[in-house]
């Protein structure tokens, strides 16, 4: 049996993890159980419109090539804003010195 999956709280928990690595995020309103778009402003200033459906994350585009849908927000961003990546991987080395050096 599968159990329901609550778009907006997956967008909102989305939102919440990557916000440190953007310069915005921010979902619209719902409008139907069967998605959530999500309005992001890379750290670059890149906008990107990405809709969340049951099958991951889709960028709004009408190139083809370009609409790849991705299993998570992080994916997403990993493959389209290298600076994502950059603070990603440096707040990481930072809990991960952390951890290695208790005080």
Same mark, same amino acid.
């Given at each position: 049996?599968?159990?329901?999956?609550?778009?907006?709280?997956?967008? %909102?928990?989305?939102?919440?993890?990557?916000?440190?690595? &953007?310069?915005?995020?921010? #979902?619209?309103?719902?409008? *139907?159980? +069967?998605?959530?778009?999500?309005?992001?402003?890379?750290?670059?200033?890149?906008?990107? %419109?990405?809709?969340?459906?049951?099958?991951?994350?889709? &960028?709004?585009?009408?190139? #083809?090539?370009?609409?790849? *849908?991705? +299993?998570?927000?992080?994916?997403?961003?990993?493959?389209?804003?290298?600076?994502?990546?950059?603070?990603?991987?440096?707040?990481?080395?930072?809990?991960?010195?952390?951890?290695?050096?208790?005080?």
């Amino acid at each position: 049996m599968d159990l329901p999956i609550d778009l907006a709280a997956e967008a %909102a928990g989305a939102a919440e993890s990557i916000r440190a690595f &953007v310069s915005s995020i921010q #979902p619209r309103p719902q409008t *139907t159980s +069967e998605c959530v778009i999500l309005d992001i402003t890379t750290a670059e200033g890149t906008p990107i %419109a990405a809709t969340l459906t049951t099958s991951g994350y889709t &960028v709004n585009t009408d190139d #083809p090539v370009e609409k790849v *849908t991705y +299993e998570s927000i992080e994916a997403l961003l990993d493959a389209r804003s290298p600076a994502y990546r950059d603070r990603f991987a440096s707040a990481l080395a930072a809990k991960l010195g952390a951890l290695s050096n208790p005080k």
